[in-house]
């Protein structure tokens, strides 16, 4: 009987400790639910694209970081500051006075978001090019940095041989200039 009692021992020390963790396991709290980071960006963005179809450019302060920054390669720049954005904007919209921004996908992480958008407008004004009186329409991609509520920075990518195009403008190979 004492081999018995000895296997049996064996076997039940490690079913309690078994049991004893699955009970601690289970009755721990579930973990919290992530942030929900769209709810707390996705106002700013909604924010800045409203500003780029309304031209209320004195809505970004609420938004928007004063050191803001904003990179367009191709382009003759992007802003260095809040203020330098709001120039930059007022400037775009007097080339495209009907400018219209939509937001066709959104996607937000903690401190950063992804969007992808579409362009229209009408190139009526005077802007980097002289105007064409040509409507146009692009899409494009818009990767944001976040940080104490407001925007820091946007990274602009969109192809502007498409834009051009679609306004006129043609290529002119190289060495074909001379003729």
């Not at 500051?81 to 775009?92: P, R, T, V």
Request: charged share 15%.
């Amino acid at each position: 009987m004492m081999k018995e009692e000895a296997t049996s021992n064996l076997f039940a020390v490690p079913a309690v400790v078994l049991t004893v963790l699955v009970m601690v396991v289970a009755c721990q709290a579930p973990a919290p639910p992530p942030p929900d980071w769209s709810a707390q960006n996705g106002p700013l963005i909604e924010t800045y694209i409203s500003v780029w179809n309304s031209a209320n450019f004195d809505e970004l302060d609420a938004v928007m970081a004063t050191g803001f920054v904003r990179t367009e390669p191709g382009v003759s720049g992007g802003a260095n500051n809040l203020d330098e954005m709001k120039e930059m904007m007022a400037s775009f919209r007097s080339a495209w006075p009907d400018t219209q921004v939509t937001l066709d996908e959104a996607h937000y992480m903690e401190n950063v978001g992804v969007l992808l958008w579409t362009f229209s407008g009408t190139n009526t004004g005077e802007g980097a090019t002289p105007p064409t009186g040509k409507p146009a329409e692009i899409s494009g991609i818009s990767f944001f940095r976040f940080a104490d509520g407001k925007i820091t920075e946007e990274h602009v990518r969109y192809d502007t041989a498409s834009m051009y195009g679609q306004l006129g403008f043609t290529l002119v190979p190289p060495g074909a200039e001379s003729g």
